[in-house]
């Protein structure tokens, strides 16, 4: 067992459906996308290898309106990478599923 790096990129095509929410002038919103992840681990002294694989991601979110431009927002994504493989050090190595929570909040400006 050793430490190491995992890097993704992923490319993703989603749907998303906007909501009322009855609370404020919040509009929430979620969806689902499908898309292709590469992965890349790194274990300290072992090496490296890469893969990629089906994904696929959960969102929900809400938008509060500050001005007719400017707006905050949370999210929450669930990014899911289906079976990867890793020759790392003589051996394979198999994740069976790989799953990314993710928060994210900030302010949106439309133009």
Not at 30 to 42: H, K, L, N, R
Request: proline residues 2%; negative net charge.
């Amino acid at each position: 067992r050793g430490t190491g790096d995992t890097e993704v990129f992923a490319v993703m095509v989603n749907a998303l459906k906007e909501v009322d929410l009855p609370f404020a002038c919040m509009t929430g919103y979620a969806g689902v996308g499908i898309g292709y992840a590469w992965t890349d681990v790194t274990i300290d002294g072992a090496g490296s290898d890469s893969d990629g694989a089906l994904a696929y991601q959960l969102i929900v979110g809400g938008d509060l309106p500050v001005t007719d431009c400017v707006a905050l927002f949370a999210q929450y994504k669930l990014l899911g990478i289906a079976e990867t493989d890793y020759g790392i050090g003589g051996s394979t190595q198999t994740i069976d599923d790989y799953f990314i929570h993710s928060v994210n909040a900030g302010i949106r400006f439309s133009f």
